[in-house]
């Protein structure tokens, strides 16, 4: 079975600092790994996606995640953190368990930005 | 072009009552997911649909069910609402994925459902 886990709950960064948001992950299979973004009112924005082609995934906005087989991990970082940036912050496994591939979200990283 | 909509944005109901909750896909799209974000949590699959069919289902009982109408648009129900079934709806629509693999979704606003 599939599983994922976001480890921190909340992270707190300085305007312009880097950003390291955790993820580590459980798959049978080869998954395919995903962040997304969530701000207050607003729906899940998908960030970036790796599905078996280059470890090292770019997404929008600055932020890019590096798929490590050998940690099982799958972490978002970004150089330099902007106001704009705070949000709630979801990783997502999916993985052809029980044939088919139905996603599992993470529980959320708040991301907390001073200026 | 719009994205995906979904009304109500609030919706207040009282234990044992059922439920309509409706989404309006992106432009385009033709397969409609639904979710269940409790508070503090990560949003939980419900089912999915794609050419008015439910594809595939999560881990939730009879209670929840769907339709998907011939413009792609979706209903999610809930029946015998309990108070464990407060949380924001979400719908997320997408292209179909033959392979059933978990595709790009674009997700509305929610509905906040609150079951007194």
């Known amino acids: 079975a599939q599983s994922v886990t976001q480890l921190d709950s909340h992270v707190s960064v300085s305007e312009g600092t880097p950003v390291l948001l955790r993820c580590n992950y459980s798959?049978?299979?080869?998954?395919?790994l995903f962040w997304y973004v969530q701000h207050p009112n607003k729906g899940l924005q998908l960030l970036l996606k790796?599905?078996?082609?280059?470890?090292l995934v770019k997404g929008i906005n600055g932020f890019e995640a590096e798929f490590k087989k050998s940690e099982t991990s799958f972490h978002l970082t970004k150089p330099s953190a902007h106001m704009s940036d705070a949000a709630e912050y979801f990783c997502?496994?999916?993985?052809?368990?029980?044939?088919?591939?139905?996603?599992?979200f993470g529980r959320g990283t708040s991301l907390i930005v001073h200026p | 072009d719009a994205g995906v909509t979904q009304s109500p944005t609030h919706l207040i109901k009282t234990r044992g009552q059922q439920v309509t909750l409706r989404c309006s896909p992106k432009s385009g799209h033709d397969t409609v997911s639904w979710y269940q974000q409790a508070l503090g949590q990560g949003p939980q699959f419900i089912f999915q649909?794609?050419?008015?069919?439910?594809?595939q289902r999560g881990n939730f009982p009879d209670r929840f069910s769907g339709h998907q109408f011939p413009n792609y648009s979706s209903e999610l129900n809930v029946n015998a609402l309990l108070l464990g079934d407060s949380a924001l709806y979400l719908c997320?629509?997408?292209?179909?994925?033959?392979?059933?693999?978990?595709?790009?979704?674009?997700f509305g606003p929610g509905t906040r459902l609150t079951v007194l």
């Open positions: 649909y794609y050419e008015e069919e439910e594809r």
């Open positions: 790796y599905t078996s082609a280059a470890t």
């Open positions: 798959s049978s299979y080869s998954p395919s």
């Open positions: 997502v496994v999916s993985d052809p368990t029980g044939g088919s591939y139905i996603p599992t």
């Open positions: 997320a629509s997408s292209f179909f994925a033959s392979d059933r693999r978990y595709n790009e979704q674009f």
